[in-house]
C-alpha cells in the first residue's frame, strides 16, 4: 500500500467489533512450542506479524496452519529439530526473540538471531539474556546471535528484577522458567492484561505460576506442560483506539456500540481521562458505548505501564485533542 487517502466530511458510525491481540496471540504461539503435541489457539487475527512468526516457528520443525477466516491457529510442536530463529525471520519482528525462552524451555538450547530495530525508538533485549543468565543459562553472543543451552539437564532457576519493566522481558523469562528443574521469582514483573492472559494460558497448559497481575511472579518449574486450546485475549489498543474513533468523529449525541472488548483491559487511567473530556461511555460485559458530547474538553496525559495510560493510545488521544478548544499536553514516559 503505498498510501491512504481519507474523504472527510462525513462522521464515523457503528457498530465496530474488536479482534484478537496481536500482543497475547504471538506470546500463545510460542508457548504452544512447550509442549509435545498439537495446540489450538482462536481468536487469532489476520496480521502480517502472526504470518511471520508462523514461519519461524516452522523453520525448527513444528507445523502451524492458519485459518484467517475462522481466526484459528494450530500449531503440532510434537518434534522440534532445529532450535534456531535466523536472522532473516527475526529481523522482521521483535516478537521473534520469544523463540528464546521457549526453545531453552522445550529443547535446552537455542541459536536465536538478536531482533532488528523498532520504529519507535530502541527496545535493547539485555534484559532478557541477564534474565536468562540469572536463572542458570549459559549464553554467549557471536556474530549476532544468541546461542543459549542449560546446563545439567535444565535451567536451575533463580531470581531477577527487571529494570525497567518490561512486557516482552517478562513473557521470554516465562517461557524460559516454567519448565526449569528448580523455582524462579521474577521482580518487578509487567502486568499488563496480555502478560496476564499468557500466564494462564501456561497455567492451563500445566505451568505453575504464582502472582499473574502483580509485580512479582513466582515459578516451580515442571517436568512437562500440555497442549491444549487457548482462547485469544481482545485487543485492548483496537478497543481503545475505537472508542477513542467514536468520540472524535462521530456525530455528537449519537451512541456508537463497540462489541467483544474486554474494557477492564484498559486500566482505569485511560476511562479516568476518557471521562474528564465530557465523552458519555457506557462500559458493559461485551459491549462499550460511546456517545460524543457537542464539544470535547481537553484533558492531559502521561503514558506509563499498565495500569497507567498505555503509550500505544497517546497518538490517539492526541487527534482527540485537536478536535477540542483548548490547550492540553501529551507526555510520553515510555520512549525516549
Known amino acids: 500500500m503505498d498510501k491512504l487517502v481519507v474523504h472527510g466530511n462525513a462522521s464515523l458510525d457503528g457498530p465496530l467489533t474488536v479482534s484478537g491481540s496481536k500482543n ?41 496452519t492458519f485459518d484467517p477466516d475462522a481466526h484459528t491457529l494450530s500449531v503440532d510442536a510434537t518434534t522440534i529439530e532445529t532450535p534456531v530463529a535466523p536472522y532473516e525471520m527475526v529481523k522482521k519482528m521483535r516478537a521473534s526473540f520469544y523463540m528464546l525462552g521457549a526453545l531453552l524451555g522445550r529443547c535446552g538450547t537455542a541459536k536465536v538471531s538478536l531482533p532488528g530495530g523498532c520504529a ?16 542458570g543459562a549459559d549464553i554467549e553472543l557471536d556474530e549476532g546471535y544468541v546461542h543459549a543451552s542449560t546446563p545439567n539437564g535444565g535451567l536451575e532457576g533463580g531470581t531477577f528484577r527487571l529494570d525497567p519493566v518490561s512486557v516482552g522481558a517478562t513473557i521470554n523469562l516465562l517461557l524460559a522458567a516454567v519448565t526449569a528443574r ?56 483496537e478497543l481503545g483506539t475505537f472508542i477513542l474513533m467514536a468520540a472524535t468523529a462521530s456525530e455528537p449525541g449519537t451512541p456508537i456500540r463497540i462489541h467483544e472488548g474486554t474494557h477492564e483491559h484498559l486500566g482505569p487511567v485511560f476511562k479516568q481521562k476518557l471521562a474528564q473530556t465530557g465523552v458519555d461511555v457506557s462500559y458493559g460485559d461485551d459491549t462499550v458505548t460511546v456517545t460524543r458530547p457537542d464539544q470535547l474538553r481537553p484533558v492531559s496525559i502521561e503514558t506509563a505501564p499498565f495500569p497507567g495510560f498505555a503509550t500505544d493510545l497517546q497518538a490517539q488521544w492526541t487527534v482527540l485533542l485537536g478536535t477540542t478548544d483548548g490547550t492540553a499536553t501529551v507526555t510520553d514516559t515510555i520512549y525516549d
Open 24 to 64: 497475547t496471540a504471538l506470546p500463545l504461539m510460542a508457548a504452544t512450542l512447550l509442549a509435545e503435541g498439537p495446540s489450538t489457539i482462536t481468536n487469532v487475527p489476520d496480521l502480517r506479524d502472526v504470518r511471520t512468526f508462523s514461519k519461524v516457528i516452522r523453520y525448527g520443525g513444528p507445523s502451524v
Open 120 to 135: 519507535w525508538g530502541p527496545r535493547p533485549v539485555d534484559l532478557h539474556i541477564k534474565g536468562m543468565r540469572a536463572f
Open 182 to 237: 528448580g523455582g524462579s521469582k521474577i521482580e518487578n514483573a509487567a502486568t499488563e492484561p496480555d502478560v496476564v492472559a499468557f500466564g494462564r494460558a501456561l497455567q492451563e497448559m500445566g505451568a505453575q505460576i504464582d502472582g499473574l497481575g502483580t509485580r512479582t511472579l513466582e515459578v516451580q518449574g515442571v517436568d512437562r506442560l500440555n497442549t491444549g486450546t487457548f482462547r485469544n485475549t481482545p485487543d485492548r489498543i
